[in-house]
């Protein structure tokens, strides 16, 4: 059983991967493209390497680490500052359309290096993955009047979209959505597209297609969540009142 998760933040770029091979738990860590450091323990059993595995990631996942499957090394400098760089100048230029932000930002990756564009769409990956949280669940479906599976994935892809500091006041707080979001847009809040602008930058850039794509790229598994709300029981307006009383 081996697992490898990935952290990201302005300063940081980190890989942790853990592996348990009968009473042996082997943890490999570092810098991104390095190869890192490892630390070997033997426990008694495999019983008890696993319960220790299992531990271990939950205080990586409760820090931010998101497992990652697959893909390729990449020698490249792009990282988190470039990746919201280039939301907020595609942003800026197409004043407030995020379809027509997305096709700017197609063209903006276009031009830059294949490692780069695979880069972004693992940088996009890990954010995406990152929001998938209980709380930004609920006050989606509280602004759109209900969010299914899919729905919230496209919310989620509209929150990167409006930048990083968006971004990060949504996580830390999902109530700062009341300032920002229009009851008459409500509904406008989905930017399905942004999740395959690395795919169509790629297939532009290289005339390849979305498996030798998806292959070099690898993808971020989605953390479990576990829900403390419910639509009808009074949760939703409980939690996030400011919320619920603007889209209501």
Same mark, same amino acid.
Request: overall charge negative.
């Given at each position: ?6 952290? %990201?933040?302005?300063? =940081? ?23 890192? %450091? ?15 595995? $299992? ?21 490249? $400098?792009?990282?988190? #500052? ?9 942003? %800026? ?18 031009? %830059? ?10 940088? #996009?990956?890990? *954010?995406?993955?990152? &929001? *998938? ?15 299914? /599976? ?17 971004? /990060? ?20 809040? $989905?930017?399905? =597209? #942004? ?8 297939? &532009? ?22 829900? /403390?709300?419910?639509?009808? $029981?009074? &949760? #939703? ?12």
């Amino acid at each position: 059983m081996r697992k490898t998760f990935s952290y %990201r933040d302005e300063n =940081s770029d980190k890989f942790w991967t853990v592996d348990v091979e009968g009473k042996t738990l082997t943890v490999i860590f570092g810098k991104t493209g390095t190869a890192g %450091r490892t630390n070997i323990k033997e426990f008694e059993s495999n019983a008890d390497a696993q319960k220790e595995v $299992d531990k271990l990631i939950k205080e990586k996942t409760r820090k931010g680490y998101i497992e990652i499957f697959g893909g390729e090394q990449n020698n490249t $400098d792009f990282g988190i #500052l470039e990746f919201w760089n280039l939301i907020e100048r595609s942003k %800026r230029k197409a004043t407030g359309d995020v379809n027509e932000q997305v096709e700017i930002l197609t063209e903006i990756l276009t031009e %830059r290096p294949v490692a780069d564009i695979i880069e972004f769409g693992r940088i #996009l990956n890990y *954010y995406h993955a990152l &929001s *998938y949280t209980s709380e930004l669940w609920a006050a989606a479906y509280i602004i759109q009047g209900g969010c299914s /599976d899919d729905a919230f994935d496209y919310f989620r892809a509209w929150i990167i979209a409006q930048g990083r500091e968006v971004f /990060d006041n949504a996580l830390e707080n999902p109530e700062s959505l009341a300032k920002l979001i229009n009851v008459e847009e409500a509904e406008e809040t $989905d930017a399905e =597209s #942004l999740l395959y602008v690395s795919q169509e930058a790629y297939k &532009s850039k290289t005339g390849g297609d979305i498996d030798e794509f998806s292959d070099r790229e690898g993808f971020a598994k989605f953390p479990e969540i576990e829900f /403390d709300w419910k639509e009808d $029981d009074g &949760s #939703l307006e409980r939690k996030f009142p400011k919320l619920y009383v603007k889209f209501t």
